[in-house]
């Protein structure tokens, strides 16, 4: 799972993540947009979670940030994926 990954981990396999996520595949793509997701902000208010979300989403780039955002509102209005939406105000 990604959010297992250390930060330079992340950055490699998010590229991989984000194109799955547009996946229609539906044996798979349900589960990859889940744990896209939920790698995409702490798994709760704790200072460990929140620190390691820290280390793993701080190493993007600019870049990196737009495509997850653009994944983001892909999935929010094509999908009506209401987490994805929730988590849109903070990438763009």
Same mark, same amino acid.
Do not use: N
């Given at each position: 799972?990604?959010?297992? !990954? ?5 950055? %490699?396999? /998010?590229?991989?993540? #984000? ?5 229609? &595949?539906?044996?798979?793509?349900? &589960? /990859? ?6 790698? #995409?902000?702490? !798994?709760? &208010?704790?200072? %460990? ?7 793993? /989403? ?13 994944? #983001?509102?892909?999935?929010? $209005?094509?999908?009506?994926?209401? $987490?994805?939406?929730?988590? /849109? &105000?903070?990438?763009?």
């Amino acid at each position: 799972m990604l959010i297992a !990954l250390s930060g330079l981990g992340y950055q %490699a396999y /998010l590229p991989a993540y #984000l194109c799955a996520a547009l996946t229609e &595949d539906e044996r798979l793509g349900a &589960d /990859l947009r889940f744990y896209l997701i939920k790698s #995409l902000s702490p !798994l709760s &208010d704790t200072k %460990a979670h929140v620190a390691t979300a820290h280390e793993r /989403l701080s190493r993007l780039t600019a870049t990196q940030r737009s495509a997850v955002a653009g994944v #983001l509102h892909y999935l929010a $209005e094509a999908l009506a994926c209401q $987490e994805a939406a929730a988590l /849109l &105000d903070g990438w763009r």
